[in-house]
């Protein structure tokens, strides 16, 4: 006799109860077993010696692992960062045996069970100024709108208002939930635009697109750009600077109660490729979008108004660039939609040996098709029909279920 062995895909309790339901596994052992079969790793960084030990036991007790520095046992270093293993009952019932453990362990345990709750949150969604979005049904198309004569890719096409807004209709026609414009150029080695000049740019263009309808957000980084931009009738402000560059960004979101996009940039698009070595690319990621977060949440900006942006070719490198995609399910723990815009950019163009912006589509679809399997929410793009397509077929390998058997 001979047995067959194969490894199966179960990425969700949801997935688990499809297999089960395949070889007649009893629904009420089903609701029991489901959750087991799905195992999670996390990190938590910054934890003492003797906090690491008693974490390290807990997680053994909790049929889990904890994986930490060889010198903590016997207390030679301060402190190590633990890699916690387990199904979401193990790692839950590690949260709750460190409520009852010294050394501030109680947090500990609290920020597991939040990283667990975002981790299997199934209702996430990004608020603007008066719309609401769900993205857990499907990803979102912002469309790049580029209103500057020196974008990377469209410079100078949709300078004229008139050409502007004929474009923005049509990549509403194709599918994008929101339009992002922009007046100022983020490429690599690029120079601010005086404020005057970038509000001359963008703020006619948004009054016309909120009259008819359309959703817009601001790519910016100015104050006063949005301020003006958000009473023309934005939704949300697109920062890279993640609020950092104009200290009354902050106050200006928060007042018109809009949406805010934060990305992860090192310098300004002037020095910002000179700032591409790092240690732990998604740890430092991570952190700084974390820290955003908690900014933002500081100054009274509803989380749910908030997306984060890892900012794939800002101080990245190509190999980055790609390691951010792959990894990019890691940022999900941050509680927030993640955007991602990899629309045509320099790092494509590297990997498949040279190809001009104009000629790496096929390479951004893939790129975008990759972070869309790894979490992403929000597709930050030039191409709207071809990204919305690649969406929907996305979503579609997604969600499969018993449901769609025998479709065709």
């Known amino acids: 006799m001979r047995f067959r062995v194969r490894a199966i895909d179960i990425a969700s309790a949801e997935a688990a109860g499809i297999e089960m339901r395949r070889i007649g596994v009893d629904p009420a052992g ?16 910054g934890l003492t010696a003797p906090q690491a030990n008693i974490l390290k036991q807990d997680a053994i007790a909790s049929g889990g692992e904890a994986a930490v520095a060889k010198g903590v046992v016997s207390c030679e270093i301060n402190f190590t960062d ?3 293993s387990g199904t979401v009952k193990q790692l839950r019932r590690l949260a709750d045996k460190l409520k009852a ?34 993205v857990s049904k499907g990803a979102l ?20 208002k008139n050409a502007a807004i004929e474009t923005a209709l049509r ?6 939930d929101i339009i992002d414009v922009g007046g100022e150029s983020s490429r690599p080695g690029a120079i601010d635009v005086p404020v005057e000049e970038e509000i001359r740019r963008v703020v006619p263009v948004v009054e016309e697109l909120s009259k008819r309808g359309l959703a817009v957000s601001v790519d910016t980084v100015k104050s006063r750009v949005a301020d003006l931009a958000l009473l023309a009738g934005a939704e949300a402000i697109n920062d890279i600077s993640a609020m950092r560059r104009d200290p009354l960004m902050a106050g200006v979101i928060k007042r018109h109660g809009a949406g805010v996009a934060l990305m992860h940039m090192r310098g300004t698009p002037k020095t910002m490729q000179g700032e591409t070595a790092y240690e732990d690319l998604m740890a430092e990621i991570f952190d700084y979008l974390s820290e955003r977060v908690e900014f933002a949440e500081g100054f009274g900006i509803d989380r749910e108004k908030i997306a984060i942006d890892p900012g794939v070719g800002f101080a990245k490198t190509s190999s980055g660039c790609l390691e951010i995609i792959r990894r990019l399910g890691e940022l999900k723990t941050i509680g927030a939609p993640v955007l991602i815009g990899t629309s045509r950019k320099s790092f494509i163009g590297k ?31 030039h191409d709207v029909k071809e990204t919305k397509e690649t969406i929907l077929m996305i979503e579609a390998i997604k969600r499969f279920d018993l449901r769609t058997e025998g479709d065709s």
């Open 141 to 160: 198309v912002m469309g790049v709108l580029n209103v500057t004569p020196d974008s990377f890719y469209d410079g100078n096409a949709y300078s004229g």
């Open 101 to 134: 453990q010294p050394y501030g362990l109680p947090i500990a345990g609290k920020s597991i069970n939040e990283a667990l709750d975002r981790l299997t949150n199934r209702g996430l969604a990004f608020r603007g100024r008066s719309r609401s979005w769900d």
């Open 171 to 176: 990549m509403a026609d194709e599918g994008a």
């Open 351 to 381: 990997t498949l040996g040279g190809a001009e912006a104009g000629a790496r589509l096929n390479g951004a679809l893939a790129t975008i098709s990759a972070a869309l399997l790894n979490g992403a929410d929000i597709i930050r793009a």
């Open 30 to 45: 089903m609701a029991l077993m489901a959750p087991k079969e799905v195992f999670y790793n996390l990190k938590i960084t």
């Open 82 to 84: 633990a890699i916690l």
